[in-house]
Each structure stands twice: as structure tokens, then as C-alpha cells.
């Protein structure tokens, strides 16, 4: 098989705090350890920094650069760094490569279910342009076999195009401080834990709901909601979240300490009585690994991708359902044997994942994609 030239974006590097800069960070670590005779791979970036202020005209300009960036800068420079093949994790490959093949990720398809939280133009340039240029790919990576289904329903993208490839628990730097540091009053209280971007979907007014529904029985008990507020207006649950708390005289027992930086989450997970993840829809759910990695016990919504990814180490309810969520919080307060099961599963199943595995599988679709040409 001939050796192939693998040009990688890392434009997002610059831009993202979540998922895709998860993604991105964990491959190419494990790319720059699989380059050899068979495969080579350049990283390529803007030189232009983008713009991530909330100013509507530079917000206008950053989208053109975008735009530019990936339709002329990146097909031209990974022709003249003679790539056979163009890797993107955010969605949008160019829609005309010179001599090279291309390969996006589609994390999700939630361009298509909540439509009104991006975007008019945005929403029109991935439908009419990210959509279409990665039908022209010779493969489509997901997450998860959720994701794939969904994106075959909504693009007609046929399923056997589709590469179900999963992804790892986040690698995190050793802490900088102590535990007790980082969590300052927290430290020592038993605690119910929450990690990503505080936006609609993660369905946090239930858990709220939820947990103090809890708290009339269990009052020493405390949430933490770690992640910063959604920066997209359409998204943000901000004001809703806060209210509640307010209203339901919540301030003392909600810990809401925002951005957590990777050299600090690990005390948020490691500390933590157990992982609740409610949201209504993910691609994939890294936070649902992470949480087994640190030997904590997890319950999850039913629903998405989150059955798949978790398998049978979680206790599963229906989101929509208070008293569902609040029941399995009890269950594992009350079952102390429930919650080592959860932990010996969830440390067994974590054992599936890891990124090491997601790059060498990424590498034999590149290599397929390119001798299929």
C-alpha cells in the first residue's frame, strides 16, 4: 500500500474549549507516535488568528476568514505540502481539493435537530456547502453509531460511507495544586458532579430539580455544575439556571465554579460521590469515560448515544422525569454495594476506549480512501 500525506487542520486548536479541541489535542499526540514508512502527517494552521470577541462585524469578518480558510488557504497548502489526503474534525472539509482526498468528522447532528440555536448564515453555509462537499468524501467519520444513524437520516448519507470510529477519556495533566485547593470549601463534602458547557440540551434545570428533590432527604448533599455558561445566545441556559437556584434558595448547596482548566478537573472528577449526566441529546459523552477512569459512579439519561458509550456501567433514566433522576441519585446514596458495582463495571469498560485506538483506526480509513481513489 502506498505511503499517504495526511494534511491535519488544527485551526480549532485556536478556537475551541470542548469537544472538538479534545478531539483534536488526543490525535494529534497519537498521529506525531504513528508517523512512519506507511503514513506522515502535516499540521496545518492559519496564520491569521481568529477572532472569538463578541463584536457582530469581526464576528461577520471571522466567519468570512473561515470560510477562506477552509475553501482556498488549506486545499493550496496541503497541494504545495504534497498531501494526499485532507483531515478535518469540525465539520467542514474543503469542497475542492487539489490532488487529495478528504475526510471530515461529524460529531453530531445537531445542525439539524436544533436548527434555531445556530445561526441563519452559519446554518446555510454547513447545509449547502459543509454538507454537500462531505458527500464528495469517500468516507464520513462519527463518534457513534447513534450519530451515524442520524446523519444517514438527515443528509441520506449512506451507512456504509459512514465510519463509526470511538473516541477516549480526556488525557490530563497532573494537578498544580492540591485537591483542597482547587476545591476549596468544597473539599471533604460529598458531592454530585457535572462537567460541560451549561447550555439547553444538557437538560441542567431537571438535575436542579432533581437534586433538590433529593436534598429533603439527603440535605449534606451538593452539586457542582462545572463548565463555563453556552457563549451562543440561542443556547444559553444561563438565566434559567440562575433564577432557579435563586428561587429555590439553592446558592449555599450549587457550586458553579465555571471554565475548570485541564489541569484541574481532575480533582472536580476524583473527589467527586458520582457523575449525573441528563442531557436530552450528545454525539458522544467524553465526560461519561472520564468519570470511569476516576472511579466514580455514573448515571446517565437513556437516551442518544449515551447507552452505547456507557454500556451496562451506569444506571440509565428518562430525563424528562424528575423523580426518575432523583430516584437512581438516591439508589446509589442508599445501595453503598450499587456504587462499587458501577465503579468495578465502569473501570472495565473504560478499557474499550482510548485514543491510541481511534488514530490507528483513523489511519486505515485514510489509507483505504486513498487507494480506492
Not at 477562506?68 to 469542497?95: E, H, M, R, T
Not at 438516591?330 to 465502569?346: F, H, S, T, Y
Amino acid at each position: 500500500m502506498q505511503k499517504i500525506k495526511v494534511a491535519v487542520d488544527i485551526r480549532d486548536l485556536k478556537i475551541a474549549k470542548t469537544g472538538v479541541k479534545t478531539y483534536l489535542e488526543e490525535l494529534v499526540r497519537e498521529f506525531k507516535t504513528l508517523d512512519n514508512q506507511a503514513v506522515s502527517f502535516v499540521f496545518l494552521d492559519s496564520f491569521i488568528a481568529p477572532y472569538t470577541g463578541k463584536n457582530k462585524f469581526f464576528k461577520l469578518l471571522e466567519h468570512i476568514q473561515f470560510f477562506i480558510w477552509k475553501q482556498i488557504s488549506l486545499p493550496l497548502l496541503a497541494y504545495f505540502k504534497g498531501c494526499n489526503l485532507i483531515f478535518c474534525a469540525d465539520f467542514f472539509v474543503p469542497y475542492f481539493a487539489i490532488k487529495a482526498r478528504t475526510i471530515p468528522v461529524l460529531h453530531d447532528a445537531f445542525f439539524f435537530e436544533y436548527p434555531s440555536h445556530y445561526n441563519s448564515k452559519w446554518l446555510w453555509l454547513f447545509k449547502n456547502i459543509g454538507i454537500t462537499a462531505a458527500k464528495k468524501s469517500p468516507f464520513i467519520v462519527t463518534p457513534t453509531h447513534y450519530t451515524a444513524t442520524r446523519i444517514n437520516f438527515f443528509t441520506n448519507i449512506e451507512l456504509e460511507k459512514i465510519a463509526v470510529v470511538y473516541e477516549g477519556p480526556k488525557s490530563m495533566p497532573f494537578p498544580s495544586k492540591s485537591d483542597q485547593e482547587i476545591l476549596g470549601s468544597l473539599f471533604g463534602e460529598k458531592y454530585f458532579l457535572h462537567v460541560g458547557v451549561i447550555e439547553k440540551r444538557k437538560n441542567l434545570l431537571n438535575l436542579l430539580s432533581a437534586f433538590k428533590e433529593v436534598q429533603v432527604v439527603y440535605p449534606d448533599f451538593k452539586l457542582a455544575l462545572v463548565g463555563q455558561f453556552s457563549p451562543k445566545s440561542d443556547m444559553d441556559d444561563r438565566a434559567q439556571i440562575l433564577n432557579y437556584i435563586k428561587e429555590e434558595g439553592l446558592s449555599n448547596q450549587v457550586i458553579l465554579p465555571g471554565y475548570v482548566p485541564d489541569n484541574e478537573i481532575i480533582a472536580w472528577y476524583r473527589n467527586a460521590f458520582l457523575y449525573v449526566f441528563p442531557s436530552y441529546n450528545e454525539g458522544f459523552g467524553i465526560p461519561v469515560l472520564e468519570a470511569f477512569e476516576h472511579k466514580i459512579p455514573v448515571i446517565i439519561a437513556n437516551n442518544s448515544c449515551l447507552p452505547e458509550v456507557a454500556g451496562d456501567a451506569a444506571l440509565s433514566f428518562n430525563p424528562n422525569e424528575v423523580n426518575e433522576i432523583a430516584r437512581c441519585m438516591v439508589e446509589v446514596i442508599e445501595q453503598p454495594e450499587l456504587a462499587k458495582e458501577l465503579i468495578k463495571r465502569g473501570t472495565e469498560r473504560v478499557k474499550l476506549f482510548n485514543w491510541k485506538s481511534t488514530a490507528s483506526q483513523l489511519v486505515r480509513i485514510f489509507q483505504t480512501a486513498v487507494s480506492d481513489k
